[in-house]
């Protein structure tokens, strides 16, 4: 019984995506024709996760863990870890100031519904391909110049394995923040992996815990900054407060 009340709660998602892509994606399509328009898109785009992410019974808690505060004229290059399709809504949720770009898998715009939105907020990589890879940091390059900053879920993915609790970080993100002198904001979301995972006969609804938990300056060499960033989030997954 749990199992099929889970595929049609999976099945409202797929309802309510509709209706909310029908409702605000036409504004997006519109306001993203021209670049200076985009933060204007943005706004739409965050009508939609909220739809989304509150439409689907979730809410969170921000807990913060540094006395650090985001900066509305900087731009940055923001972190977390991933472990459900819902941890995509959170950023924008959460940051209502700076329009988002996200560096994300290609063959994510597959997903019905899903995918129209994320086409339009995202730079696409191919990571089987090379060229794919190594262009993505040109095109962050014009999104960072047109004004916006960028989302990169550094493990590149969310592991098949759900036992692990993070997986080994990319270099992306941190080459990223350290070519372009971004400061590096480091989110942690915990409660995803169990209340929406991506085995769609299991997940619930309930409150995400969002740690705010450092900007980091790109100061030093990427390795180290990917060390430590991966550190303080994996810290917080194993003692959350």
């Known amino acids: 019984m749990k199992k099929v009340l889970n595929y049609i709660w999976r099945g409202w998602m797929i309802l309510l995506g509709a209706v909310l892509t029908i409702v605000f994606g036409i504004p997006v399509l519109l306001f993203s024709i021209r670049k200076n328009h985009y933060p204007i898109a943005y706004q739409f785009i965050r009508f939609w996760c909220f739809g989304m992410f509150y439409g689907m019974g979730f809410r969170y808690e921000l807990k913060k863990l540094t006395e650090k505060k985001i900066d509305k004229s900087q731009q940055y290059v923001f972190i977390s870890n991933h472990t459900s399709i819902m941890d995509v809504m959170l950023p924008c949720i959460l940051m209502p100031h700076h329009p988002l770009c996200y560096v994300g898998k290609k063959e994510l715009v597959k997903i019905p519904i899903f995918g129209i ?62 070519k372009h002198h971004s400061p590096l904001v ?28 450092d900007i ?23 003692n959350p407060v």
């Open 117 to 178: 939105i994320y086409k339009r907020i995202c730079v696409m990589v191919d990571r089987s391909s090379a060229k794919s890879r190594a262009d993505v940091y040109r095109r962050c390059a014009e999104r960072m110049e047109e004004g916006q900053s960028i989302v990169i879920f550094p493990e590149g993915g969310v592991p098949d394995d759900t036992s692990v609790i993070l997986d080994d970080f990319k270099d992306g993100a941190f080459t990223l923040a350290c």
């Open 186 to 213: 480091i989110y942690t979301f915990v409660g995803l992996k169990e209340m929406f995972p991506f085995d769609a006969s299991k997940g619930y609804p309930g409150k995400v815990k969002v740690y705010f938990i």
């Open 216 to 238: 980091m300056e790109p100061d030093c060499k990427v390795d180290i900054l990917k060390m430590e960033a991966r550190e303080k989030i994996k810290n917080v997954l194993q």
